[in-house]
Structures are given as C-alpha cells and as structure tokens.
C-alpha cells in the first residue's frame, strides 16, 4: 500500500525537490521497481529521480527503463554523469543504449568514454539484429588451463565485481580459443594445487556469433544454464549470452508470435506506447486481405442461392457450423504454430499429426453432430438433421485440417508459420463450409420440381 502511494506522488514529490522521503523510499526499492516508477515521469523529472540514486543502482535503475525513455534520459542528462552510467552499465545495456541513441547522441557520449570502453560498445552494437553477437556481453571471465584451483579463485574474486557471472568460468588457450569451461563449485571444492586443465569440463556447448537469437535463447532453456559462450568463426570466445537475456529474447519472440497469431504485424513498441497511427498501420493490411477473401463466402452462398431459397432454414444454422469449422481450425493452428516455434514438431512429423489430427477431428466432429442433430430434427425434419450432422463432421475435420496444415505448408516455403494465425484460417474455413454444407444439403434435401 505504501509503495502504491509513494507511486502515486512520485511526480509531486520530484516537482517540490522533496527528495528526501524519495531517497528513502528508493533504498527498500529493487531498481525493477524504480524504473518502473521513473518510466512514468517526463524526462526532466526521471532524470531528477534518477539522481537522487548512488552510481550503482542508477546504472542497474537506468539498464532496467524502457529503451525509448531510456534515449530521452540522455537528451536531458549532463554528457559526463551520462558517461559514468554507461561505464557501469552491463556490456550488452550499453551497446542496446548506443545502437538506439541518434548520430548527434553518439559523438557527444563516446569521447566522454575510454578508449577500451567505446572499441566495446562499437564492437557488441555491429552485430546483425536478431543473432547471438547483438544481444551477448562481453562481461565474461577466462581462465588458463595452467592456473591452479587457488589461483584461479584469487584471480575470479579480483574479477567479480565486474563480470555477470563467475558460477561457470570459460578456459581459454593463448589465443583465446574456448577449450573448456569450470564450475566455481568444482574450483572451490578442488586440491588447491591441481589444475584448471584437469577440473574442467571439455564438452562446452557454445553457439555462434551468427547464430540465431531464438535458437540461442532455446538452448538455454532446453540445458538449463545460466549463460552460454558465444565463439567467433576461429572458435574465439567473444561473450557470453545470459540467462536474463534468453528470457527477454523469448518474451519478446512469443509477443511477436501472438501478434503475428492476430494477424497484426510491424508494431515497433509496447501496446501501451503505440499511436493510433502505428495501431492502424499494424492491423490494417491483413484486416483489408481477409475482407477480400471473405467474398468467397458470399460467392458461395450466392451459388447455392436456388438450394437457399428452397430451404430457408438452413439460414438457421449456416453462422453456427462455418463458425464451428473456423473454432477447430484455429485451435489447431494455434497448437501447430506452437509446437513448430518450440521444436516440439518438424515438417518431417506432417504425415502423422495428420493421422492423428483426423482421428481427433473426427471425434470432435461426432460429438458436436450429436449436439446439433436434435436441433435440426426439430426445424426441419429427419432429412434437415442428416444435413447438419453431416455438415458438421465434414466441416469440423476439414477446419482442423487447415489448421493444422497451414503453419507446416508455410514453413516449408521458409515463411513465418505464426501467419497462420486464427483470422486467416478462420477465413479459409469459412469458406470451405459454406461449399461443404450447401453442397450436402443439395444431395439431402428436397429441392423444388424434384418429385
């Protein structure tokens, strides 16, 4: 409750420089939880706030704000208070910093840097977005293989304080290929005289600068690791990517999925941030597509008009199944898309998840034929209920077909598999089950002149 008010009145507080109950506040305070306060004030005043910080959690406050604020901080900061941020800011925070900062941001901040310090953020922020080199830290330590158990603790406690992590140490040789890596357990627990080279584990899984974002942040989930070595072509190590990364890596690739799941695509920022231009501009360009794609329905009605005008009932349930159809599509696409991003499924598994789709399908189907088929006896006959229990079985396993096919056809065409997404699929189905349903009900039901 406290900390609610202390949010509410942040901003009165800066405006009357009562800094005081602030600080004091700020000191129970994780910097999470500053930043988060401080990303609701205007520049001018966030920056007030953040001053009000030692060196050290403004820096780890700083790393934890909005990467847009973040730039409107260092518009308004003093150019050398900017610098001793930086300089205590983690190696990959500083170069996301840099490679959002503007050209004329950039000149003014790097000269108030040290030369080791400015060749690092120049170097992390050149690698390609989206791979394991733009979202790694050089804040690593190595090892000799030829240190022993005591020098080589003497030499990480030294380190420390300005690495991510010490837990896994990576051992290097000469020329700083990886050969291996030691747990700080097993350095610790070790004969004090015996060898980094003997303690070490030799199998090191490392990926590639170039290596994709997702795929690094995966493996890191899948072995259940802290931090992974990132190794150049030569085998050099050149950073470490970090479990906190990965997550941000997977929050922000499942935010991308669900978006493009909605059919809404290029939305640069939050929700929350978005103008109603960008919100425009994301939704449209599918939004108009499927309205395109929709006329097919229509088409189809409009074929089947005489079969429509002879049986007015069928009007009754048409919403019902095609929204059925669409229901189960998306289902299973939503699953597909999914289990494919995961790698829990690979195009290789198509023909047996489609067995098994149909199975599935199919028992759906009959069930929600059962349900419906006592409606239909009931508006329109026997012949009515055969109808739209058939309809049913048929549209439901076609829908759930599409859905589950769709994510696979798109990958094999190196296409985005969460395009997939509900609207589009619904879409198709619907179209399928108003082809499907007429269809059925023209074999079934009495149409006029016939006998």
Known sequence: MEMETLEFDLDALIRAQDFDPVRERFELLHPADIAAMINELDAREGWAAL??????????????????????????????????????MNADERADLYNELSEDQREALMPALVQAEREDIRKLAAYEEGTAGAIMTSDYATLAPDLTATQALTRLRRE???????????????????????????????????????????????????????????????????????????????????????????????????????????LATTVGEATIGMLYRARIMWLVLLVFGNIFSGAGISYFEDTLAANLTLMFFLPMLIASGGNAGAQSATLMVRALATGDVRFSDWGYLILRETVVALALGLTMAAAVSLLGFWRGGTDLALTVSLSMICIVMIGSLIGLSLPFALQRFNLDPATASAPLVTSIADVVGVVIYFSIATTFLPMPGSG
């Open 160 to 266: 420390a304080p300005d690495k991510e992590t010490i837990y896994r140490t990576y051992v290097v040789d000469e020329d700083r290929k990886l050969i291996g890596s030691v747990r700080l357990q097993d350095l610790i627990t070790a004969p004090a005289r015996a060898k980094v080279g003997g303690i070490m584990e030799t199998n090191t899984l490392a990926v590639s600068v170039d290596d994709d974002q997702e795929e690094v942040a995966r493996k890191i989930g899948r072995y259940d690791m802290l931090a992974l070595p990132v190794i150049d072509a030569e085998g050099r190590i050149v950073g470490i990517v970090t479990h906190d990364d990965a997550l941000d890596v997977i929050e922000e690739e499942t935010t991308d999925d669900f978006h493009r799941v909605g059919t809404v695509t290029n």
């Open 51 to 88: 001053e009000l910080l030692p060196l050290a959690r403004k820096a780890d406050t700083f790393g934890y704000l909005d990467h847009d604020f973040q730039v409107e901080l260092a518009t308004v900061a003093p150019r050398a208070k900017l610098a001793a941020i930086v300089v205590q």
